[in-house]
């Protein structure tokens, strides 16, 4: 699995940091072209760092996109991609997650990438404590059909991943 982790303004005042997680999961053949539907399951993604220690385990609820309440999952035509939105001005974002997109390609089967972006988040991340693992899960909330995923970002002596400080710490980039 290809992907990226960005967390930002991590020496700032708790409340203002930001988070991108983006990539793609692969579900095993033997699970077959599992329904996916996060307006009615969620999804759910975790950070932690090398110790263990959870730098953020997020709940993304179902439900449809609700004009008014200006959050919620939206789906495309064909049913491929479903993507969470939320303003943040009426529903409080939850741990700081704004957008949480989830597309099947139509092209290589069991193929899912997904996206995760958060703002004015609290995420504890001990610099000390790199690499980081990112987990999805698209069976809110154990992952017990396989439908999850982890993004591992081994080091600097594995060539497949790299997870730095840079910025005095402000920031930790994983790809």
Known sequence: MRSRNQITKLITP?????LKFKGEITIPPQLGDPTLDP??????MIIADSTGAVVVDVTIPGGAYNVSQKAGWKI????????YINSGTIVPLPQGIKK???????????????????????????????PLIGTIILDVP???TGLCGESMFPGPTNPLGLCTSVSGGN???CK
């Open 142 to 144: 154990f992952a017990t």
């Open 39 to 44: 307006t009615t399951e969620g999804a759910r």
């Open 171 to 173: 920031v930790v980039k």
């Open 100 to 130: 949480f997109g989830i597309k099947r390609s139509t092209k290589v089967n069991g193929l899912l990438k997904f996206s995760v972006t958060g703002k004015n988040g609290s995420y504890a991340v001990t610099t000390a404590n790199l």
């Open 76 to 83: 495309n035509g064909s049913a491929t991609a479903f993507t």
């Open 14 to 18: 708790p409340g203002d940091d930001k």
